[in-house]
């Protein structure tokens, strides 16, 4: 639990989490395992809506299921088998390993057990409350100041600060650690739409000229979230209206139009970019970086959440060493372990995933690249379980996947 500090003035914690989303939740869950105390804070109220594609793959199914176990499967998710991607009416299909499944799960509902989870953990969860400084002490540790809506302000003293806000965070921007990765400049569109007509067992994505969209069906009748990601001309035409611009792009779309005829919005359209991201550091001083604010590009490949609690643990891990039973945690920590682990495991798939940007925003490589793809589904079924984190991304970036793919497109 948290603690007052002397003078009164901040709660004094071992680790401040800004941003509640699975990131910031899964790392309360570890720390809180290693018998730390921890203050959960978030600018948004849960339940909330979040802008994302909400398909998890395989990878981050057994995740979400480690943390939450019965919790989550009694949200009845959607299950999915695979994935659809259609380019210029050629449509792929690839199937998930056997025993293995993706879900549909709104960001709504999946935050709020997460955050559950945490605070059922022990760790003190703190809404409405948006951090504006953090300011380190004289005596290495940190201290986080914000305040809620109504004026009240608050601080927090820390040994250790951990961002977990996504790419617009303010911690690791502030430091200057984290900058826009200018080569893939996107926009995502988002909405819950209900009346989806000819949903199935697959998350479905279908790529247009400048973007594509995702369509992830989610529980409930014909429910499904609908997510375009826009390159900047896209953008730039939707800014004067992005609600009509959304419906505009859905409804020119030979196969989304019909099937989108009938559908309205569950929630408004709400807009975010631009999204792709770097960080040139994940942890020093007393800070640490998880999820999306160590570095991101946009969801056709689906990787956010499973990077997220992937990044959670690892951090758990690089702590551990640094606690003990009765002693406080060091203040002034840097975890090179951590940021070493991070780049091993994600630095291969987040160039995997600028690869396939490249490849989808350039007709020329999309091309042959769809056609070997849909005549080879052994390759299309091997590059989803690359992106889907159930092997590793070299399986895909290789000579040997590559010359077969390419052979395989070659031909008209």
């Not at 959960?40 to 979400?64: M, S, T, W, Y």
């Not at 690839?94 to 960001?107: E, H, I, V």
């Not at 929630?267 to 631009?274: D, I, T």
Request: hydrophobic content about 45%; glycine content about 10%; some cysteine.
């Amino acid at each position: 639990m948290m603690r007052d500090a002397p003078d009164g003035a901040a709660a004094v914690v071992d680790a401040a989490i800004v941003g509640a989303g699975p990131a910031g939740a899964a790392t309360a869950v570890r720390l809180r395992a290693l018998g730390l105390t921890v203050a959960l804070l978030d600018k948004e109220q849960f339940p909330r809506h979040k802008i994302c594609g909400d398909f998890l793959p395989p990878g981050a199914v057994a995740n979400v299921r480690s943390l939450c176990g019965e919790v989550v499967e009694a949200a009845a998710p959607a299950r999915l088998t695979g994935l659809r991607i259609t380019w210029r009416g050629r449509s792929i299909l690839a199937d998930f390993p056997p025993d293995t499944a993706g879900w549909g799960l709104s960001r709504l509902q999946l935050d709020a057990l997460l955050v559950k989870r945490a605070v059922a953990a022990g760790a003190d969860l703190v809404e409405r409350f948006r951090v504006e400084r953090t300011v380190r002490l004289e005596d290495g540790r940190h201290r986080v100041e914000g305040s809620h809506p109504d004026g009240t302000r608050r601080a927090f003293v820390a040994s250790l600060v951990v961002e977990a806000g996504g790419r617009f965070g303010l911690v690791g921007r502030r430091l200057g650690w984290r900058r826009d990765d200018v080569r893939l400049q996107r926009w995502a569109l988002w909405s819950p739409l209900s009346g989806v007509e000819g949903l199935s067992a697959r998350c479905e994505m279908h790529v247009i000229d400048g973007g594509y969209v995702g369509v992830a069906p989610l529980p409930g009748e014909k429910t499904a979230n609908v997510t375009m990601v826009l390159s900047p001309r896209r953008m730039a035409a939707a800014r004067s209206d992005p609600r009509g611009y959304y419906r505009h792009v859905l409804g020119e779309h030979a196969e989304l139009g019909p099937r989108l005829d009938a559908a309205h919005s569950v929630a408004p359209v709400r807009g975010l970019g631009p999204l792709a991201c770097r960080a040139r550091r994940f942890s020093e001083d007393g800070i640490a970086l998880v999820g999306d604010a160590c570095g991101f590009v946009d969801p056709f490949t689906a990787e956010g959440v499973s990077r997220a609690l992937e990044s959670a643990r690892m951090l758990g891990d690089a702590v551990a060493p640094h606690t003990a039973a009765g002693r406080p945690l060091p203040a002034s920590l840097t975890l090179p372990s951590y940021e070493s682990a991070w780049r091993e495991r994600f630095g291969p798939k987040l160039a995997l995933c600028r690869m396939l940007q490249v490849v989808i925003a350039r007709p020329w490589l999309a091309g042959p690249m769809a056609r070997g793809l849909s005549r080879r589904k052994d390759l299309a079924n091997l590059m989803i379980a690359a992106t889907g984190d159930l092997l590793p991304a070299a399986s895909v970036m290789n000579p040997s996947y590559v010359g077969r793919l390419l052979i395989a497109g070659a031909i008209g």
